[in-house]
């Protein structure tokens, strides 16, 4: 720990002594240059899209289905950047999601129609993250585990309901929200479930006592138990939100697809730590922000369409993701100040 | 007989931490063949220094000479190598490990290039055991079976199982028993009939008689004596030296009259098994007492159950008459209970955060209405309980980590201070905090409890218990041995009562 030296550009130097925001624009600026530099990525990315296959990357269509794609890793990386930044980590959220997204196709489930099967959905996340929850909170049990464990089951459950049939969603209200009528000047009604997510995530991430306490815990779980925060009692709320969240992508799923699978959300947990990490969520907890990790999301989602255009097989998308992400870590080791 | 040159050599060692100055031109001469004590109250420096000499930290100016040559240890390995082995207070075993590949780690025997010759290893581990009088442990069990005096034992066999000529005990006897004391004495002594040099930390002054040839005072991370004859130099002028100062500190005036009113914090037979013993104590508003004690004696354990940190195994604590909850530090917190813990960076501040967030953070729901921050407020009230404590810079916008550690404290003060309680414990409030910025907390804390707050201190300086409370109970082994207003003891009777077996001479 000790070291690293703070470097120069770190708040005091710069602030001036006097009143005012210096500082807070200080570290504005530093968070900025973490977020800026995601956008050159992401920019690079469209010109390169915009030049290798002019007239399909920048098709409306595309984008649109770019971003419909991103919506459903999006909402998940919503909350895993949460679980993350309280010093956690949940490897069951892809595996919830297509728990989630069968129970709520389900023949029984499909009766109650449109409300049913999104409010099935949601359940059966909340209820996965509450077992996550209480096994992690109070039952002290290591993340990693835990929700391995979760992982395990709920794909087991999963592919017990279906037994491995695709259950085709014949509710036309669900199916509706898929089609281009339902498009809201333009905008898929999925992306505009994922920008409210990500707007709301981040409003209770910088603005509410929950994301206090978040950062709290994540950043020095001893100090905020000494502090007075029920500590188990946060850990259990953020398992709940990882859980609610994949509920809301289990049904933005099965809008996109028309129909609910076992193999849904498959390796969703890797795509959403990813999207977290480049975004700059230090894994340890403490620190990161909603926008980095939807743009995380976004650059993620971006190649894998560019080589989708451009016909590459995914196993080059593989190594391309893989090679992101330790050029990502690289450059925010360089630019972040460790403490 | 002309002197040899000292087997080390270490002279105007200085190494800063953000914010503090942990060793200021410290020298140390260690013969070949002596035990070379190291004296000093917490905080001293003691520490610091043995993780330079072991090579764990760099110094940031002074020279090492080593056998006469100048040398840079620039890692554990790079000092181990050279034949310089450090025993640490905790002591750095890998507990799923068995003894032997605890004792061979790093240099395991090996044949074939790599292949871990196990057999062999274990008979020369077996070997260094009897050596040091334990042939009974056996090297095939997993140090994490093992009780602490016989992990003591396997440290100190890694440590001869390399060619060692200088060896760093760091508070060895602090667990053992009296019979294993005399067993370490006597491996300290066929050590250095052998040749080899101890530097032997220790608080306890009669042990030092014992065993000690000579010894180097350390205090404020100067030496402040450097080679005194170990046997011979009276018990008051240690003292005197380990706690006496260059800078005299300026201590607060106590107010006129003494606190009256009910106790607002009482403790009744409180207790820990294994820690500390039934205690009693009554703190009331505007009252500042103070636990004395060294290392070991219970201090901070203390405070940590009182908080709820810990739970305790007999008694109870009541604020304003009404029992808290055992266990609960929210119980605590709601109750009034404040803690500024002995480790700010690990258990109080959220290195990452602003100021502002940090004194904000046990009373967030005063922002908050339905969970949402109004920031303005909460800023607003963190800068006026930053400006009360005049805490440097002003600014509650800066990352806590660029304050110095007086600062940081203020912060974890202006915490509680927000949040309005009134039975605050300290818990070694100028560890780590500059000489200079120490005055300056004194008045803070004095202040704060002239305005009516209860304050429990615990401090291993004793000059800080005597000068900052009004009442003093002196801790040994987790017991009170003795209670008196501040103003009829002086350090050296504190230190005679704290220093188990050490006359009043």
Same mark, same amino acid.
């Given at each position: 720990?000790t070291?690293?030296?703070?470097?120069?550009?770190?708040?005091?130097?710069?602030?001036?002594?006097?009143?005012?925001?210096?500082?807070?624009?200080?570290?504005?600026?530093?968070?900025?240059?973490?977020?800026?530099?995601?956008?050159?990525?992401?920019?690079?990315?469209?010109?390169?899209?915009?030049?290798?296959?002019?007239?399909?990357?920048?098709?409306?269509?595309?984008?649109?289905?770019?971003?419909?794609?991103?919506?459903?890793?999006?909402?998940?990386?919503?909350?895993?950047?949460?679980?993350?930044?309280?010093?956690?980590?949940?490897?069951?959220?892809?595996?919830?999601?297509?728990?989630?997204?069968?129970?709520?196709?389900?023949?029984?489930?499909?009766?109650?129609?449109?409300?049913?099967?999104?409010?099935?959905?949601? &359940? *059966?996340? =909340?209820?996965?993250? +509450?077992?996550? !929850?209480?096994?992690? /909170? #109070?039952?002290?049990? @290591? %993340?990693?585990?835990?929700?391995?464990?979760?992982?395990?089951?709920?794909?087991?459950?999963?592919?017990?309901?279906?037994?491995?049939?695709?259950? &085709? *969603?014949? =509710?036309?209200?669900? +199916?509706?929200? !898929?089609?281009?009528? /339902? #498009?809201?000047?333009? @905008? %898929?009604?999925?992306?505009?479930?994922?920008?409210?997510?990500?707007?709301?995530?981040?409003?209770?991430?910088?603005?509410?006592?929950?994301?206090?306490?978040?950062?709290?815990?994540?950043?020095?779980?001893?100090?905020?138990?000494? /502090?007075?925060?029920?500590?188990?009692?946060?850990?259990?709320?953020?398992?709940?939100?990882?859980?609610?969240?994949?509920?809301?992508?289990?049904?933005?799923?099965?809008?996109?697809?028309?129909?609910?699978?076992?193999?849904?959300?498959?390796?969703?947990?890797?795509? /959403?730590?990813?999207?977290?990490?480049?975004?700059?969520?230090?894994?340890?907890?403490?620190?990161?922000?909603?926008?980095?990790?939807?743009?995380?999301?976004?650059?993620?989602?971006?190649?894998?369409?560019?080589?989708?255009?451009?016909?590459?097989?995914?196993?080059?998308?593989?190594?391309?993701?893989?090679?992101?992400?330790?050029?990502?870590?690289?450059?925010?080791?360089?630019?972040?100040?460790?403490? | 007989?002309?002197p040899e040159p000292p087997l080390l050599s270490m002279s105007g060692i200085t190494k800063s931490f953000p914010g503090v100055r942990a060793l200021d031109g410290v020298d140390l001469d260690v013969q070949a063949g002596e035990v070379h004590c190291l004296l000093g109250q917490n905080g001293a420096g003691k520490s610091t220094l043995i993780k330079v000499l072991a090579g764990a930290h760099q110094p940031d100016t002074g020279t090492i000479r080593w056998r006469g040559e100048e040398v840079v240890l620039?890692?554990p390995?790079?000092a181990?190598?050279r034949?310089i082995a450090t025993i640490y207070q905790e002591?750095?075993?890998?507990?799923?490990?068995?003894?032997?590949?605890?004792?061979?780690?790093?240099?395991?025997?090996?044949?074939?290039?790599?292949?871990?010759?196990?057999?062999?290893?274990?008979?020369?581990?077996?070997?260094?055991?009897?050596?040091?009088?334990?042939?009974?442990?056996?090297?095939?069990?997993?140090?994490?079976?093992?009780?602490?005096?016989?992990?003591?034992?396997?440290?100190?066999?890694?440590?001869?199982?390399?060619?060692?000529r200088l060896i760093v005990m760091d508070e060895p006897s602090a667990a053992l028993?009296?019979?294993?004391v005399?067993?370490l004495f006597?491996?300290v002594g066929?050590l250095t009939?052998?040749?080899v040099a101890v530097v032997y930390i220790s608080h306890r002054l009669e042990e030092i008689r014992r065993i000690g040839d000579r010894v180097t005072v350390l205090k404020d991370g100067r030496a402040v004596a450097r080679g005194l004859p170990a046997k011979s130099t009276p018990t008051r002028e240690v003292v005197a030296l380990m706690t006496g100062r260059d800078v005299a500190y300026v201590f607060p005036?106590?107010?006129?009259?003494?606190?009256?009113?009910?106790?607002?914090?009482?403790?009744?037979?409180?207790?820990?098994?294994?820690?500390?013993?039934?205690?009693?104590?009554?703190?009331?508003?505007?009252?500042i007492?103070g636990l004395a004690g060294l290392v070991g004696s219970g201090r901070s354990?203390?405070?940590?159950?009182?908080?709820?940190?810990?739970?305790?195994?007999?008694?109870?604590?009541?604020?304003?008459?009404?029992?808290?909850?055992?266990?609960?530090?929210?119980?605590?917190?709601?109750?009034?209970?404040?803690?500024a813990?002995e480790e700010r960076k690990?258990?109080?501040?959220?290195?990452?955060?602003?100021?502002?967030?940090?004194?904000?953070?046990?009373?967030?729901?005063?922002?908050?209405?339905?969970?949402?921050?109004?920031?303005?407020?909460?800023?607003?009230?963190?800068?006026?309980?930053?400006?009360?404590?005049?805490?440097?810079?002003?600014?509650?916008?800066?990352?806590?980590?660029?304050?110095s550690g007086g600062n940081q404290q203020?912060?974890?003060?202006?915490?509680?201070?927000?949040?309005?309680?009134?039975?605050?414990?300290l818990d070694e409030p100028t560890r780590g905090v500059d000489v200079g910025a120490r005055a300056e907390l004194y008045a803070v804390v004095r202040?704060?409890?002239?305005?009516?707050?209860?304050?429990?201190l615990v401090s291993s300086e004793v000059p800080e218990v005597l000068g900052l409370a009004?009442?003093v109970l002196v801790l040994r082994e987790?017991?009170?041995v003795h209670?008196a207003?501040a103003r009829e003891l002086d350090e050296h009777r504190v230190l005679d009562l704290v220093m188990e077996g050490s006359p009043a001479a």
């Amino acid at each position: 720990m000790t070291q690293h030296m703070s470097p120069p550009r770190d708040g005091t130097g710069k602030a001036p002594a006097a009143d005012g925001p210096p500082a807070w624009k200080g570290v504005l600026a530093r968070a900025d240059v973490r977020i800026l530099s995601l956008l050159g990525v992401l920019a690079v990315l469209v010109l390169i899209g915009g030049v290798t296959k002019p007239d399909e990357f920048l098709d409306t269509r595309n984008l649109q289905l770019v971003l419909t794609q991103a919506s459903v890793i999006g909402v998940v990386t919503v909350g895993m950047t949460f679980v993350i930044m309280s010093g956690g980590i949940d490897l069951s959220v892809g595996a919830i999601v297509a728990l989630a997204s069968v129970w709520a196709t389900t023949v029984a489930t499909q009766e109650y129609g449109f409300l049913g099967i999104l409010f099935t959905a949601v &359940v *059966v996340g =909340v209820g996965c993250g +509450l077992v996550n !929850g209480v096994l992690i /909170a #109070y039952g002290a049990m @290591v %993340p990693f585990i835990a929700t391995l464990a979760m992982l395990a089951s709920a794909r087991g459950l999963a592919l017990q309901i279906t037994d491995g049939q695709t259950q &085709v *969603v014949t =509710v036309s209200g669900v +199916l509706d929200l !898929g089609e281009r009528d /339902a #498009y809201v000047l333009g @905008v %898929p009604p999925l992306v505009l479930v994922f920008a409210a997510v990500t707007v709301i995530g981040w409003l209770v991430l910088n603005r509410t006592t929950f994301g206090r306490r978040t950062v709290a815990v994540g950043g020095n779980a001893e100090a905020a138990r000494l /502090a007075g925060i029920d500590v188990r009692r946060q850990r259990l709320y953020l398992y709940l939100l990882s859980g609610l969240c994949c509920g809301i992508a289990a049904f933005l799923l099965i809008v996109l697809s028309g129909s609910g699978q076992n193999t849904n959300g498959n390796l969703y947990e890797l795509d /959403a730590i990813a999207a977290a990490i480049i975004g700059g969520t230090l894994l340890s907890g403490g620190r990161g922000t909603i926008v980095g990790s939807v743009l995380g999301v976004l650059i993620f989602t971006t190649i894998t369409n560019i080589f989708a255009l451009n016909n590459l097989q995914s196993d080059v998308q593989q190594i391309a993701k893989g090679a992101i992400i330790v050029a990502a870590v690289l450059v925010q080791r360089r630019t972040a100040s460790t403490p | 007989m002309a002197p040899e040159p000292p087997l080390l050599s270490m002279s105007g060692i200085t190494k800063s931490f953000p914010g503090v100055r942990a060793l200021d031109g410290v020298d140390l001469d260690v013969q070949a063949g002596e035990v070379h004590c190291l004296l000093g109250q917490n905080g001293a420096g003691k520490s610091t220094l043995i993780k330079v000499l072991a090579g764990a930290h760099q110094p940031d100016t002074g020279t090492i000479r080593w056998r006469g040559e100048e040398v840079v240890l620039r890692s554990p390995i790079a000092a181990m190598r050279r034949g310089i082995a450090t025993i640490y207070q905790e002591l750095d075993l890998v507990e799923h490990l068995s003894v032997a590949e605890n004792v061979h780690l790093g240099h395991e025997p090996v044949g074939a290039g790599f292949v871990v010759r196990s057999k062999a290893a274990r008979a020369t581990t077996a070997a260094l055991l009897a050596r040091l009088g334990h042939p009974e442990i056996d090297p095939g069990r997993l140090v994490g079976e093992l009780p602490a005096a016989q992990r003591q034992i396997v440290s100190m066999a890694r440590a001869l199982s390399h060619d060692v000529r200088l060896i760093v005990m760091d508070e060895p006897s602090a667990a053992l028993d009296p019979d294993e004391v005399d067993n370490l004495f006597r491996i300290v002594g066929d050590l250095t009939a052998a040749g080899v040099a101890v530097v032997y930390i220790s608080h306890r002054l009669e042990e030092i008689r014992r065993i000690g040839d000579r010894v180097t005072v350390l205090k404020d991370g100067r030496a402040v004596a450097r080679g005194l004859p170990a046997k011979s130099t009276p018990t008051r002028e240690v003292v005197a030296l380990m706690t006496g100062r260059d800078v005299a500190y300026v201590f607060p005036e106590r107010p006129a009259a003494a606190p009256a009113g009910e106790p607002v914090l009482s403790v009744r037979g409180l207790a820990r098994e294994g820690e500390f013993g039934a205690l009693d104590l009554d703190v009331r508003p505007g009252e500042i007492v103070g636990l004395a004690g060294l290392v070991g004696s219970g201090r901070s354990e203390i405070l940590e159950t009182v908080y709820g940190a810990r739970r305790p195994t007999a008694g109870q604590v009541r604020v304003d008459g009404r029992p808290l909850r055992p266990g609960s530090v929210r119980a605590a917190v709601r109750a009034g209970l404040g803690l500024a813990p002995e480790e700010r960076k690990a258990q109080a501040l959220l290195m990452l955060e602003s100021v502002t967030r940090n004194v904000s953070v046990s009373s967030m729901s005063r922002f908050a209405r339905g969970g949402w921050i109004d920031r303005a407020a909460e800023r607003g009230a963190a800068r006026a309980a930053v400006r009360e404590l005049s805490l440097r810079p002003d600014n509650p916008d800066v990352p806590v980590r660029t304050l110095s550690g007086g600062n940081q404290q203020k912060a974890v003060l202006a915490r509680w201070l927000l949040r309005g309680c009134r039975v605050l414990l300290l818990d070694e409030p100028t560890r780590g905090v500059d000489v200079g910025a120490r005055a300056e907390l004194y008045a803070v804390v004095r202040r704060l409890a002239d305005e009516g707050l209860a304050v429990l201190l615990v401090s291993s300086e004793v000059p800080e218990v005597l000068g900052l409370a009004d009442r003093v109970l002196v801790l040994r082994e987790g017991r009170v041995v003795h209670e008196a207003p501040a103003r009829e003891l002086d350090e050296h009777r504190v230190l005679d009562l704290v220093m188990e077996g050490s006359p009043a001479a």
